[in-house]
């Protein structure tokens, strides 16, 4: 039996939908809040390889904190990862695991690819 997570803010409305998503379809993933239960940025760096991209991929670039954090479109993957393990915030939402492999839920259907 294939075990998910997902990395949810119910706050949002695309993590909200994603998760409904999956129980639809009968399933029921372990629930992170992030924004409650920060990840690290040895976690950060993972879900990085799960998503097979690169950390600008899950970061929020319009959330305030980006500034904050001292980030620009040049910042490398080092000082990304340490700025959302900062500020959860910056986490793009939501993230979904099944094993090695991850997808980021914007659409919601766009982590129907873990299912296969």
Same mark, same amino acid.
């Not at 929020?60 to 904050?68: D, F, G, I, T």
């Not at 700025?83 to 986490?91: D, G, M, V």
């Given at each position: !039996?294939?075990? #998910? &997570?997902? #990395?949810?803010?119910?706050?949002?409305?695309?993590? +909200?939908?994603? $998760?409904e $998503?999956?129980?639809? +379809?009968?399933?029921? =993933?372990?629930?992170?809040? #992030?924004?409650?239960?920060?990840?690290?940025?040895?976690?950060?760096? &993972?879900?990085?390889?799960?998503?097979?991209?690169? %950390?600008?991929? !899950?970061?929020?670039?319009?959330?305030?904190? #980006?500034?904050?954090?001292?980030?620009?479109? @040049?910042? @490398?993957?080092?000082?990304?990862?340490?700025?959302? %393990?900062?500020?959860?915030?910056?986490?793009?939402?939501?993230?979904?695991?099944?094993?090695? +492999?991850? +997808?980021?839920?914007r =659409?919601?259907?766009?982590v129907?690819?873990?299912? @296969?």
């Amino acid at each position: !039996m294939k075990t #998910y &997570t997902i #990395y949810h803010n119910p706050r949002c409305s695309k993590s +909200r939908q994603t $998760l409904e $998503l999956l129980e639809e +379809r009968g399933i029921e =993933p372990r629930v992170v809040r #992030y924004l409650e239960e920060p990840l690290t940025e040895h976690q950060l760096s &993972t879900l990085c390889k799960q998503l097979k991209g690169s %950390a600008s991929e !899950m970061i929020r670039k319009k959330e305030p904190e #980006y500034k904050l954090a001292g980030l620009t479109g @040049d910042s @490398d993957e080092s000082a990304i990862v340490k700025a959302i %393990a900062e500020f959860p915030k910056l986490l793009e939402r939501p993230i979904v695991v099944c094993g090695s +492999r991850a +997808r980021i839920g914007r =659409p919601p259907e766009a982590v129907l690819e873990l299912l @296969d």
